[in-house]
């Protein structure tokens, strides 16, 4: 897919109907490069997993819809993982204390949207070893997935080694040998033999390697359906991409959500329609979907980072972009999110585009990512008080740096902007 820059003009302030007509599978499919974004340098760890699954069940003459819902778990096994702290333990231990922690989180995130509560239970249980899982309670059909993708999981991590220098070949029956140790404890002998009769081929392990994987991708993708998306179910969508990057730092919880909203009440303020307020306050939940790349120590940093990690933080907008451009029918959405760091004099990033150019709905989300930004408790320093932010506003409208339109739609009820920042706070 070649790069086009996201750089309209065109308005956007009546309706164009509520539904959007979008294939679900592109929704998972971008949930999955979120979360690889987690991994840095390893970025397929969730295809990985899906691709391994879905190959024992079909090995084992499971049914199609079986081998892609497998396929569909593994994608998103991790999203409760947001911190590449976490990562690097699934990458680096076979097993380690706190292994739960992300499967909670995740539950919570699944459970909560009706078209993937079918896979809270499995992502629940998919660090519990299975002469731990509660198979009686859970169900055969849970159980079985929980543990097949802690299985598939698991020969990920032993192997993350190998895929940089080629040696993955050379390391498979040790890995072979290590799963089938674990035959009873970790894993269902059952699903073990299954994993040790699909793994026997060379072409199992090749179809790890990154250009298989996008073969893979493809094929999985023609299983998917069209349907249409009202947009509060989209915002429920939203809301999971958001919760993700909200919870890799404790100094940037709530911000998505502050943003959504904050951009909702000036775009109301401004006259834009109300389905493309709906649509301002969805592409501010995922605005900084991109940040997931940013490392731990670089987001949590207590003091000014130094260039090459701003360079590394400016990045994450047009993460943002690669993320979302891939799902058709969030052309709008796509655009405003990823341009929320492009600047009225064209300096910004990452297309350094002339932000006048650009959407109201664009320019609104960017003065709402700065004000909320200002207003929030971060690192190095205390959110500011009203009566402060409003200084650094309008000095930021005197340089030109945001529009004076925006500025006064802030400014003209600056409490109820306040509020709308911080949801869970009271004015100050």
Not at 346 to 370: C, K, M, Q, S, W
Request: with cysteine.
């Amino acid at each position: 897919m070649t790069m086009a820059i996201p750089m309209q003009n065109t308005s956007t302030r009546h309706a164009r109907g509520t539904d959007l007509h979008i294939n679900v599978r592109h929704i998972l499919f971008a949930l999955s490069d979120a979360l690889d974004l987690v991994g840095i340098d390893d970025v397929a760890h969730g295809k990985r997993v899906g691709i391994m699954a879905a190959e024992c069940a079909r090995k084992a003459g499971d049914s199609t819809a079986e081998i892609s819902a497998l396929f569909d778990l593994g994608l998103l096994h991790d999203i409760g993982v947001s911190s590449s702290i976490t990562h690097d333990h699934l990458v680096q231990e076979f097993d380690w204390n706190d292994a739960q922690n992300h499967c909670e989180i995740g539950y919570g995130l699944l459970n909560n949207y009706s078209r993937l509560t079918w896979a809270a239970l499995p992502v629940k249980y998919h660090h519990t070893r299975w002469d731990c899982l509660p198979v009686e309670r859970l169900g055969e059909s849970v159980a079985t997935r929980a543990n097949l993708i802690y299985l598939t999981d698991r020969v990920d991590g032993l192997a993350a080694a190998h895929y940089a220098d080629g040696s993955l070949l050379m390391s498979t029956q040790a890995i072979r040998q290590f799963i089938e140790k674990c035959a009873g404890s970790y894993f269902s002998p059952a699903l073990v033999e299954m994993f040790l009769d699909a793994s026997r081929s060379e072409a199992f392990w090749l179809s790890l390697e990154p250009r298989s994987i996008q073969a893979y991708m493809s094929e999985m993708f023609a299983l998917g359906d069209y349907c249409s998306m009202a947009l509060p179910e989209l915002k429920q969508v939203a809301e999971i991409f958001s919760r993700i990057v909200d919870a890799k730092s404790p100094f940037t919880a709530e911000h998505s959500h502050g943003v959504a909203s904050l951009a909702k009440h000036i775009g109301q303020r401004m006259s834009v329609s109300p389905e493309n307020c709906d649509k301002l306050e969805i592409a501010g939940l995922l605005h900084d979907i991109g940040k997931l790349r940013v490392p731990d120590d670089v987001l949590d940093k207590p003091g000014k980072l130094d260039e090459r990690e701003r360079k590394i933080m400016n990045s994450h907008s047009f993460e943002t972009y690669q993320i979302l451009r891939c799902i058709p029918g969030l052309e709008d959405i796509s655009r405003w999110a990823s341009c929320h760091h492009e600047e009225p004099n064209g300096n910004g990033y990452p297309f350094h585009i002339d932000a006048r150019t650009l959407e109201l709905e664009a320019r609104i989300l960017r003065v709402a990512d700065i004000f909320q930004a200002m207003v929030q408790n971060r690192p190095y320093r205390r959110g500011l008080s009203q009566a402060d932010v409003r200084l650094f506003m309008a000095d930021l409208c005197a340089q030109g740096a945001i529009e004076r339109e925006i500025f006064d739609a802030v400014d003209s009820d600056l409490p109820a902007a306040y509020k709308a920042a911080l949801p869970s706070l009271a004015p100050v």
